[in-house]
């Protein structure tokens, strides 16, 4: 019903850049919540940065300052620009999205229910 698909991710040297992007797509849904969680290899799953749909901003501390989170409602979108990347950065990057409360095809979707990306890597490497 919905799907988010995440593009952006690659190799960069440390000091550099990415641009995260994640578009949900499907029908029958609104988007309250999105944002970036990311996952390194023998480690938890850890919240990135998180904005609401009315534009409210959270960032893990480990970020602020170098990670800048945005939405595009109308386009159902949200960017994760990342600068003065680090080797402590490298995580496979996962979208978020959770919804309002409704139907679909008579399925009831409870308020905060939410979805994932498939996840794109980031390497911060020199």
């Known amino acids: 019903q919905v799907q988010l698909v995440e593009s952006g991710g690659g190799l960069v040297q440390p000091g550099g850049s990415l641009k995260l992007s994640c578009a949900a797509s499907?029908?029958?849904?609104?988007?309250?919540?999105m944002g970036w969680y990311r996952q390194a290899p023998g480690k938890q799953r850890e919240l990135v940065a998180t904005?609401?749909?009315?534009?409210?901003?959270n960032y893990a501390d480990s970020v602020k300052g170098r990670f800048t989170i945005s939405r595009d409602n109308a386009k159902n979108t949200v960017y994760l620009q990342m600068n003065s990347l680090k080797p402590e950065d490298t995580a496979v990057y996962y979208c978020?999205?959770?919804?309002?409360?409704?139907?679909?095809?008579?399925?009831?979707?409870?308020?905060?229910?939410?979805?994932w990306g498939q996840g794109t890597q980031v390497t911060v490497s020199s």
């Open positions: 904005i609401t749909s009315g534009g409210s901003i």
């Open positions: 499907g029908s029958g849904f609104r988007i309250r919540n």
């Open positions: 978020h999205a959770d919804r309002y409360a409704g139907y679909y095809r008579d399925r009831y979707y409870p308020e905060g229910y939410a979805y």
